[in-house]
């Protein structure tokens, strides 16, 4: 969670990222917590959840026996592939109008990714089949990135929109204004004639 937190300050996004520690969502299977949710234009929202098995991994990289660590490394793929299971059932973005059907999963490490890839090439395919998008600090990052995109295009389409508007009013006014001057020209004339 902390790793997440960094990555979502490296790509300026801190905005319009909610993190929460307790916020739960209730729902037919259950209750529900993510990690962070991710603000997007339009009111639509991407839940991330940050809480991936890499205990096997860990032990994997502190064995000594080559077959022990293949053997926590084969554990890692299968750890990793459970919870991507588990995450897809939990439908976050239901609780969410209008939201993309994903979640991202996160993993704080490029190599915790690679390492259960090589053991299971799958991973990537099952993922994006039940709607969990697995993404490395690298590759959250160019979400983010796309998503503050969207968030500046917005920016400039309000700002556009509110530019229009007063343009239309300044328009007006002046309009009025031409108007007001005519009549006191017209006023004046007829007052000067008569004087």
């Keep these: 969670e902390v790793q997440l937190k960094r990555v979502v300050e490296l790509a300026g996004m801190l905005g319009h990222c909610d993190f929460f520690e307790q916020k739960t969502y209730e729902q037919e299977e259950g209750r529900q917590r993510p990690d962070m949710i991710v603000q997007m234009p339009g009111g639509r ?18 064995s000594q026996n080559d077959r022990e660590r293949e053997e926590k490394i084969k554990l890692h793929a299968k750890q990793l592939r459970n919870h991507i299971l588990a995450l897809a059932k939990k439908s976050y973005f239901k609780n969410f109008t209008h939201s993309p059907e994903f ?3 996160f993993l704080p490490n490029e190599s915790f990714y690679t390492t259960a890839l090589t053991t299971d090439p799958s991973l990537l395919e099952l993922g ?7 993404a490395t600090p690298s590759t959250l990052i160019g979400l983010l990135k796309a998503v503050a995109f969207g968030w500046k295009q917005d920016q400039i389409s309000k700002n556009a929109e509110e530019v229009s508007r007063i343009g239309h009013e300044l328009y007006k006014r002046l309009s009025d204004m031409n108007q007001h001057i005519s009549q006191l020209g017209r006023n004046l004339k007829s007052a000067t004639q008569t004087y």
């Design 103 to 105: 979640v991202v999963l």
């Design 128 to 134: 994006a089949d039940r709607g969990v998008i697995i």
């Design 45 to 62: 929202c991407i839940a991330i959840d940050a809480k991936a098995p890499f205990d096997a991994f860990l032990e994997a990289s502190q």
